[in-house]
């Protein structure tokens, strides 16, 4: 069965600081791979997603992700995080030929200013 | 920026009550899409949506939910009798069927249900 696992549940930081969430996903055909951010109490809002092409895909806020597809990976990365950024971070999966996307468990980053 | 949304944002019943949950998609929007996220757990897909019928739903998505798009703007989820395991948050969503946000799926700010 698809998977997604997010291995940092929970990532504190200071304001400056570089981060990197891990996502990897097991499946083995061709997928679209997201990045959801979630600030409390609002819905959840895309950053960036990867469907083909360069595998260093940038998004909004400062966000980029690289996919490396020997690693089924799509690990979301911001050089330099602000108090702002605190919030649930969601990686996804949809394979092709599907609707469903398949999450991840989330990561709660917590940017300490 | 367009949004879903949906309503109510809490939602309190009964175990064995039923409950509709209601959601308007983005309007030019065609896929429309339930998941639910239980306390401490992932956000899972229950089903989606397109041309009237259910196009895609999970082993969660048993006889006791149902879907529907009543009228030009709304999209329900229903539950017929609700158990205490369906306390969770429920998340609407809805994509294009063309275009450059085709196969992204915009989401709603989600309603918490609570059955006692």
């Known amino acids: 069965a698809q998977s997604v696992s997010q291995h940092n549940h929970h990532v504190i930081l200071s304001e400056a600081a570089s981060l990197e969430l891990g996502c990897n996903y097991s499946y083995g055909g061709t997928v679209n791979l997201f990045w959801y951010v979630q600030y409390p109490g609002q819905h959840l809002q895309l950053l960036l997603k990867?469907?083909?092409?360069?595998?260093l895909v940038k998004g909004i806020k400062g966000f980029e992700a690289e996919f490396i597809k020997s690693k089924f990976s799509f690990n979301l990365r911001k050089p330099s995080v602000q108090w702002s950024d605190t919030a649930e971070y969601f990686c996804a999966v949809r394979a092709t030929g599907t609707y469903k996307y398949i999450f991840g468990t989330g990561t709660r980053l917590k940017v300490l200013a | 920026e367009p949004e879903v949304t949906q309503t109510p944002s809490h939602q309190v019943t009964q175990m064995g009550q039923e409950v509709i949950l209601r959601c308007v998609p983005i309007s030019n929007h065609l896929y429309f899409y339930w998941y639910r996220q239980i306390l401490g757990q992932k956000v899972e897909f229950l089903v989606s949506?397109?041309?009237?019928?259910?196009?895609?739903k999970s082993e969660i998505f048993d006889d006791q939910f149902s879907v529907e798009r009543p009228d030009g703007s709304n999209f329900t989820l229903k539950i017929r009798s609700t158990k205490l395991e369906d306390s969770a948050m429920y998340f609407c969503a809805s994509s294009a069927e063309q275009g450059a946000t085709k196969n992204i799926q915009y989401f709603g700010a989600g309603t918490r249900l609570s059955v006692l």
């Open positions: 990867y469907f083909s092409g360069d595998p």
């Open positions: 949506f397109y041309n009237n019928e259910i196009s895609e």
